[in-house]
T-cell receptor, first 116, second 113 residues
Framework: DSGVTQTPKHLITATGQRVTLRCSPR?????VYWYQQSLDQGLQFLIQ???????AKGNILERFSAQQFPDLHSELNLSSLELGDSALYFC???????????????FGQGTRLTVV | ELKVEQNPLFLSMQEGKNYTIYCNYSTTSDRLYWYRQDPGKSLESLFVLLSNGAVKQEGRLMASLDTKARLSTLHITAAVHDLSATYFC?????????????FGTGTSLTVIP
């Protein structure tokens, strides 16, 4: 158990809908990362938050947004869903801060999103 | 953008054999990570390599890092079926105020009895 909790584990929804994925990082970790894993795209970085602030952005669609709350949990919002958004969405956390050396990311179990 | 390439993409090997998975990356970095993923499961951290020449071993797996060559290897010794999984390397890159982990394409390993 990595200590990173994601809910829900599975989600099935229709095209055009909106969903929210939730992530609780490991205790004490300030950084949260969101990744999308699909068969044809591999692991794609979406976005990083550190202590409530957006810090790095990857290939995140405009239909997607995220935030990190004061208690450090994070939510990824996916709207106007398309069939191609079906994927495993992972949240990871790390203790990274400027100057830290041991910065491995610990991954949650993922949310499997199926858009039908 | 940082590129991380792994080879081979697919590896089928017999139990008891040795093999090496290679991870090349395109931009200078001295932090490289190896993860394991079982089908439909999360990514499990295997190794953290934080300097040139770093070598770490855990059981039948050994990882090394050559930052000058921008190359990391994951060596499998006397493979057993339980090692069947997909292995990812990842490089940590800072960009302005934040960082991201760039992942390789993964190597799907199947160990055949």
């Amino acid at each position: 158990d990595s200590g990173v909790t994601q809910t829900p584990k599975h989600l099935i929804t229709a095209t055009g809908q909106r969903v929210t994925l939730r992530c609780s990082p490991r205790s004490g970790d300030l950084s949260v990362y969101w990744y999308q894993q699909s068969l044809d795209q591999g692991l794609q970085f979406l976005i990083q938050y550190y202590n409530g602030e957006e810090r790095a952005k990857g290939n995140i669609l405009e239909r997607f947004s995220a935030q990190q709350f004061p208690d450090l949990h994070s939510e990824l919002n996916l709207s106007s869903l398309e069939l191609g958004d079906s994927a495993l969405y992972f949240c990871a956390s790390s203790a990274i801060n400027t100057g830290a050396r041991d910065t491995e990311a610990f991954f949650g179990q993922g949310t499997r999103l199926t858009v039908v | 953008e940082l590129k991380v390439e792994q080879n081979p993409l697919f590896l089928s090997m017999q139990e008891g054999k040795n093999y090496t998975i290679y991870c090349n990356y395109s931009t200078t970095s001295d932090r490289l990570y190896w993860y394991r993923q079982d089908p439909g499961k999360s990514l499990e951290s295997l190794f953290v390599l934080l300097s040139n020449g770093a070598v770490k071993q855990e059981g039948r797996l050994m990882a090394s890092l050559d930052t000058k060559a921008r190359l990391s290897t994951l060596h499998i010794t006397a493979a057993v079926h339980d090692l069947s999984a997909t292995y990812f390397c990842a490089v940590d890159m800072w960009q302005n105020t934040g960082n991201q982990f760039y992942f390789g394409t993964g190597t799907s390993l199947t160990v055949i009895p």
